[in-house]
Nanobody
């Protein structure tokens, strides 16, 4: 059973930066698609960025401050966020799949940006 575990969330001041990590376990195959979703408080989950077969794709409103990359270890993905803003507050979910995202979801990690 594939499990995704996120780490790196917490309380951060506006203007700061953070690095979220996601590691998959329980899989014998490569997850070629890994990405991140963000769910602000009281709102729907929205995608942020996805890394698919070597290509990074961002939601247009996120591309200037968010950077997605694959980790050194297999089946890991990193999301770096700079110049944090209060609207970045919420739960960040790691999502993955063999070739497209969506098959597997993590439990999420909370990020709170204080102004």
């Amino acid at each position: 059973q594939v499990q995704l575990v996120e780490s790196g969330g917490g309380l951060v001041q506006a203007g700061g930066s953070l690095r979220l990590s996601c590691a998959a376990s329980g899989t014998s195959f490569t997850l070629n698609a890994m990405g991140w979703f963000h769910q602000p408080p009281g709102r729907q989950r929205e995608w942020v960025a996805v890394w698919t077969s070597g290509t990074a794709t961002y939601k247009e409103s996120k591309k200037d401050r968010f950077t997605i990359s694959r980790g050194i270890a297999e089946n890991t993905v990193i999301l770096e966020v700079s110049n944090l803003k209060p609207e970045d507050t919420g739960v960040y979910f790691c999502v993955a799949g063999r070739n497209t995202i969506g098959a597997y979801w993590g439990q999420g990690t909370q990020v709170t940006v204080s102004s």
